[in-house]
């Protein structure tokens, strides 16, 4: 059952007739019927948090949650729901201690111990992370967000090979993970080793080919390895993905530099310079 919102009515389609309900109230509302068909249904306030949370709106997941006739003290799934609403918001702090609550209720809860770890990594305590990151893959070993988000813990502590572990166990649990390609390139990049770099951000346009990013980061391996025509190319559609990347500008006008280009180069310092006024002292 899906759950749709219209100027601030819950929508919710019929599981029997497929007639659309608007429900004014969702906070005082435990069960539906439908006027057409009968049918009684029971409202998962849960999936509205998370459906609340997808669109951004964190507040209401929250109010949600308070006011919500059948959530209980001793409900693990919605403070964890409750926890990240509250990341969202930036309230660091008031997340950690509901998903420490989500955890004392429900102690083999993977999804909690991943959101800690998220919360901890967050405000710089990678070691933290990388404890409730253990945790989350011991209760749930092909839990690929875990190994990924372990992994960019490890890359905080400069701990590259053992980051790259874990990229390769997220990559072999999900094959098309693209952000897993695109930090493992990173990491690689971080040991020298651009080829693999590249194969990795070639991966991961392929994946999704629309990251600017991904183009910037092969285009900077390509330049560390001499190819400054290839590195070029790269920044070209990293800046026609992304028309403000002032640090495409900025490596491309080195790539032209290293060509002998330099009136390309100081055009394109020039505008990485309008753009971020600070690269021109880098």
Not at 32 to 38: A, E, G
Not at 199 to 208: G, V
Not at 222 to 247: C, F, H, M, P, T
Request: aromatic share 14%; hydrophobic share 35%.
């Amino acid at each position: 059952m899906d759950y749709e919102f219209s100027d601030k009515k819950l929508i919710i389609e019929c599981g029997k007739c497929h007639k659309n309900l608007r429900i004014p109230d969702i906070q005082k509302t435990l069960k539906v019927t439908c006027p057409l068909c009968k049918h009684e249904f029971v409202i998962d306030h849960g999936k509205i948090q998370s459906s609340y949370r997808n669109l951004g709106q964190h507040e209401r997941a929250i109010q949600n949650f308070n006011e919500a006739p059948h959530l209980k003290s001793d409900d693990a799934v919605a403070y964890n729901n409750w926890g990240i609403a509250y990341r969202n918001l930036g309230q660091y702090q008031r997340a950690i201690e509901d998903h420490d609550e989500a955890i004392r209720l429900k102690p083999d809860y993977a999804a909690a111990y991943l959101n800690r770890g998220i919360d901890y990594y967050i405000l710089g305590q990678h070691t933290r992370a990388i404890e409730d990151y253990d945790e989350a893959i011991r209760l749930k070993p092909d839990y690929a967000v875990a190994y990924y988000s372990r992994g960019d813990a490890y890359v905080k502590l400069s701990q590259y090979p053992r980051a790259i572990e874990d990229y390769d166990e997220a990559i072999r649990l999900k094959s098309d993970y693209a952000s897993a390609y695109f930090n493992r390139g990173i990491a690689y990049r971080s040991l020298g080793q651009h080829e693999r770099t590249i194969q990795d951000f070639s991966e991961a346009i392929r994946l999704k080919s629309d990251d600017a990013p991904a183009y910037f980061n092969r285009g900077y391996s390509y330049v560390k390895l001499g190819r400054y025509q290839r590195a070029i190319e790269d920044y070209d559609e990293a800046i026609r993905l992304k028309a403000d990347y002032a640090s495409a500008y900025y490596e491309r006008a080195i790539a032209y530099l290293s060509l002998g280009q330099y009136e390309r180069a100081i055009q394109d310092f020039n505008e990485a310079k309008r753009l971020e006024p600070d690269l021109a002292n880098a």
